[in-house]
């Protein structure tokens, strides 16, 4: 004798009585994570700046070179834009004088879509001092052409400063930001 057993699983309905959707817990997991002030955002520049060519106030653009994750979510993708002003460049010039680019980033959008301000504290990057080689060649001109070789350190040329997407810097969150995070940090493995 077999026994047929029925179950009623409660349905939840909408106002207008329509059944309401099935989701997934999961898929439906927002936190509002505090990103507190000071906290450091890797970042790279899209394309390059160059000192020989940044004038001051200029902008470019910026991207997240990582996610950033807080409490196990993600509050910045990694490949998030955002926006950077040039505070100071300074153009490779004679005598071994080298380019000098001073950097401030503004802003990053938040995985939520939100503005996540940035501090405005510059960055400043400098090619090699390039002194010691306008020395050497005063000493090598002077002993090679005598007295006229003494202004041969002139031909010594800086080297400008070109800041691409290799070079990945940190920027940090000005103020407190609460983000809507939807998206759980992905664990990395590192067993092979």
């Known amino acids: 004798m077999a026994m047929l057993l029925a179950f009623t699983l409660p349905s939840v309905c909408l106002a207008d009585g329509s059944p309401a959707p099935l989701s997934?817990?999961?898929?439906?997991?927002?936190?509002?994570?505090?990103?507190?002030?000071?906290?450091?955002?890797?970042v790279h520049v899209v394309g390059t700046v160059s000192s020989g060519s940044a004038k001051v106030g200029d902008t470019f653009q910026i991207q997240a070179a990582e996610d950033v994750v807080l409490s196990g979510m993600v509050?910045?993708?990694?490949?998030?834009?955002?926006?950077?002003?040039?505070?100071?460049?300074?153009?490779?010039?004679?005598?071994?004088?080298?380019?000098?680019?001073?950097?401030?980033?503004?802003?990053?959008?938040?995985?939520?879509?939100?503005?996540i301000a940035l501090s405005e504290a510059p960055q400043k990057q400098s090619e090699e001092d390039r002194k010691g080689a306008s020395s050497t060649a005063t000493i090598i001109g002077f002993a090679t052409f005598g007295l006229g070789g003494l202004f041969g350190h002139n031909l010594a040329h800086g080297k400008q400063k070109t800041i691409d997407q290799t070079n990945v810097m940190s920027a940090f969150v000005a103020d407190n930001i609460h983000v809507e995070a939807h998206e759980r940090a992905v664990p990395v493995s590192y067993d092979h």
């Not at 997934?24 to 890797?42: N, Q, R």
């Not at 040039?86 to 004679?94: E, K, Q």
């Open 24 to 42: 997934s817990p999961l898929s439906e997991a927002v936190m509002t994570i505090l990103v507190p002030a000071g906290t450091a955002l890797p």
């Open 75 to 115: 509050v910045v993708r990694k490949g998030a834009g955002g926006q950077g002003h040039i505070v100071d460049s300074d153009s490779a010039g004679g005598n071994g004088h080298s380019g000098a680019i001073a950097l401030a980033f503004d802003y990053v959008y938040a995985a939520d879509g939100g503005r």
